[in-house]
Structures are given as structure tokens and as C-alpha cells.
């Protein structure tokens, strides 16, 4: 559920970032052309990308099947690609908010990597013999008096 926390707040900040700057992306805007165009670059991909995953990772958990997460690791593969290019022209153009986009890039990679590899993913997902770990320690009868 930490994977599904941390893609809404990613979610929640690209958001904040598009709408914070939304006259920006207007031709109006008094900004350079090509500023323009590399912020639309980095920024509306990058969103929906993000969409695209929290998408797939709702009906992931709805319908709990091996399509479904095969789905949601060929959108989270596509949006580590895009984030990358996104982090390339950050860079390239907004040197001050690289930082923290790069960040989130390599939070993407791991869980790229981790859906991939992790055998609880499998085991949930795909051969569906997960057994939920039981919180209650194992309690031993003592006997209460001793003879």
C-alpha cells in the first residue's frame, strides 16, 4: 500500500505543478517559445503518465489479476521513460526543480524494479497463495497454578 500512497502524492504534486503554472502554457504567456515548449514537454507527459499508472493500479486492485498487473508494469516502465526525459529537459530548462523530479525518477525505478522481481508481487498476483501474516503472537497455555 506504501507504493499506492507514494504514486497519489506524486500524483498530487505534478498536479499542484500544472495548475500553479497553467497561464504558462498559453500562447499568450510571456514567455519564450521554446521555454514554453520544453515546460509543455515535461510537464503534461509526465502528468498523464502519472494518471495512466494510478489507473492501473486502481483496477489492479479491484480485479487482482496477472493482466492487470502486467498492465500496470508496462505503464509505470512507460512513465519511468517519460520522467527520464522529463528529468533530461528539467535540466536542461529548469535547473531548480531538477532536484526533486530526479528523485522521483529514481522512486519510479525501484518500483519498476520491485514489481518485476518481488516474489510477494508474484505470489499475490499471479499463483495467488499469498497467506496474509496473522498479527496475533502465538500465546502458549501455561498452566495458572502449579501443583
Known amino acids: 500500500m506504501y507504493f499506492y500512497g507514494w504514486m497519489f502524492l506524486m500524483f498530487y504534486s505534478y498536479l499542484r505543478e500544472f495548475v500553479n503554472h497553467l ?24 502528468l498523464l503518465a502519472t494518471v495512466a499508472v494510478l489507473m492501473a493500479m486502481v483496477i489492479l486492485v479491484i480485479k ?3 493482466v492487470w498487473l502486467q498492465r500496470l508494469k508496462v505503464t ?4 519511468v521513460i517519460i520522467a ?4 533530461y529537459l528539467d535540466t536542461r530548462f529548469f535547473p531548480t526543480v531538477s532536484p526533486a523530479n530526479l528523485r522521483r525518477l529514481v522512486m519510479l525505478i525501484v518500483w519498476f524494479v520491485y514489481l518485476n522481481v518481488s516474489r510477494r508481487v508474484h505470489q499475490v498476483f499471479i499463483t495467488k497463495d499469498w497467506v496474509e501474516p496473522t ?13
Open 23 to 46: 497561464g504558462l502554457y498559453l500562447p499568450t504567456a510571456q514567455v519564450d517559445k521554446v521555454q514554453r515548449l520544453a515546460l509543455v514537454a515535461t510537464v503534461i507527459p509526465r
Open 64 to 66: 487482482r489479476d496477472m
Open 76 to 79: 509505470l516502465g512507460a512513465a
Open 84 to 87: 527520464g526525459v522529463s528529468v
Open 135 to 147: 498479527n496475533k503472537p502465538e500465546t502458549k497455555a501455561f498452566p495458572l497454578s502449579s501443583s
